[in-house]
């Protein structure tokens, strides 16, 4: 078996400023009041995933997956601790990341592929399908600082499933999609996940977790607190199935607007 991602004892901190302004800190350090508050959005968090394996990130709003994520694609590096990961890694983690809002969307198609690591000449020849795959008629043309999060997270994911990846990673990007388009991303994901890609997948719906993971990993106040089968994962979260296919949501979360779809 291939370790396609590795993360050792990865530690990442944010700062919490109280004060907005140079006067309200200066008073606040005139009163002895504390001005910012230093804390680990990712906290010693070791884990390992092998080839093939799908992945569903779980946990409460602020728990830290999509700093985690962030961590696994590369964009945040950690504050110590260590990340390696394998091949070429894919996906969306957040919606409009990597586009130019000045440029058209077909100008940004060729951005955010060429981010992703894809050359003109595959771009080129992948284009008609992510263009159909986003589905933004003549919109195409326009300048995506007029797109609705809908439009930009259709455009970034038809490009990242377009791409040949190792790991294939997804946020928040679905959750603003249409419910048709969840449809068509939910059938890609699952295509990706049986051809054997390494999926990594921050989810607050159980039923998607179920149906596309065959691990979850869970985050609570930055720690790994859980790490392994799907449905026990899913009970020690408590989140309620019941409502998994309306959307209302399971015991703390949002659901992520997926509904039952994905
Ligand atoms: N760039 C940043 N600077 C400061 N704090 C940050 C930054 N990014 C995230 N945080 C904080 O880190 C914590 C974890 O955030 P993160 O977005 O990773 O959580 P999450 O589990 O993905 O949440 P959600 O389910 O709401 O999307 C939160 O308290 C958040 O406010």
Redesign the pocket.
């Known amino acids: 078996m291939t370790t396609m991602i590795k993360v050792d004892n990865a530690t990442k901190s944010?700062?919490?400023s109280y004060q907005r302004s140079l006067k309200q800190i200066a008073i606040a350090k005139a009163t002895g009041r504390k001005t910012h508050d230093v804390f680990n959005?990712v906290d010693d968090v070791t884990f390992s995933v092998q080839e093939g394996e799908s992945i569903g990130l779980m946990?409460?709003?602020?728990?830290?997956?999509?700093?985690?994520l962030k961590l696994v694609s590369g964009v945040m590096r950690p504050d110590s601790g260590s990340v390696l990961t394998r091949g070429r890694i894919a996906g969306l983690i957040a919606t409009g990341a990597g586009f130019d809002p000045q440029l058209s969307g077909r100008d940004n198609l060729y951005l955010n592929a060429a981010i992703l690591g894809m050359s003109k000449a595959e771009t080129q020849k992948k284009f008609d399908e992510i263009v159909d795959f986003a589905d933004l008629g003549k919109f195409l043309d326009t300048e995506v600082a007029y797109y609705s999060s809908g439009m930009k997270a259709r455009l970034g994911f038809a490009v990242a499933i377009n791409v040949d990846a190792d790991i294939f990673i997804a946020d928040?990007a679905l959750a603003v999609g249409d419910r048709p388009f969840k449809r068509k991303c939910r059938k890609r994901m699952d295509e990706i996940v049986k051809s054997g890609v390494t999926m990594f997948y921050?989810s607050?719906a159980p039923g998607s977790v179920r149906s596309l993971c065959s691990r979850v990993l869970i985050?609570d106040h930055?720690k790994l607190a859980y790490d392994g089968d799907v449905d026990e994962g899913i009970r020690f979260l408590h989140y309620d199935d019941d409502d998994d296919d309306n959307g209302k949501g399971a015991k703390g979360s949002t659901d992520d607007g997926l509904g039952a779809d994905i």
């Open positions: 944010f700062t919490m959005a946990g409460l709003n602020g728990s830290g997956k999509s700093t985690l928040e921050v607050h985050l930055g």
